[in-house]
Nanobody
Framework: QVQLVESGGGLVQAGGSLTLSCAAS????????MGWFRQAPGKEREFVAA????????LYSDSVKGRFTISRDNAKGTVYLQMNSLKPEDTAVYYC?????????????????WGQGTQVTVSS
């Protein structure tokens, strides 16, 4: 069984930065890609970024490419999302998740373990 706990969310002004962390328990974490998603009120859950087990390959949505960086530390069992140049439209609950397969995917249905989420609010 895998448990995921996100942290690091908060309130930040536009143009600011935040780093989210996702602490994972369970051996599955070490084998599979991990991803970050977000969901704003009234909107569907949206893919943000994903990273392979080795950290060698990453995938980003167009809306965050060049501003966000995903990384992982398998020794610490943690995945990170460094968010720079934040915009009000980045406001959402951010979730980390474990992918079902080894190839990087961006669909929520490709992930089978989810954290409880952490709120990120960007003020203008």
């Amino acid at each position: 069984q895998v448990q995921l706990v996100e942290s690091g969310g908060g309130l930040v002004q536009a143009g600011g930065s935040l780093t989210l962390s996702c602490a994972a328990s369970g051996r599955t974490f070490l084998l599979y890609p991990m991803g970050w998603f977000r969901q704003a009120p009234g909107k569907e859950r949206e893919f943000v970024a994903a990273i392979t087990w080795s950290g060698a390959t990453t995938l980003y949505s167009d809306s965050v490419k060049g501003r966000f960086t995903i990384s992982r530390d398998n020794a610490k069992g943690t995945v990170y999302l460094q968010m720079n140049s934040l915009k009000p439209e980045d406001t959402a609950v951010y979730y980390c998740a474990v992918q079902k397969t080894f190839e990087l995917k961006s669909g929520a249905s490709d992930y089978n373990y989810w954290g409880q989420g952490t709120q990120v609010t960007v003020s203008s």
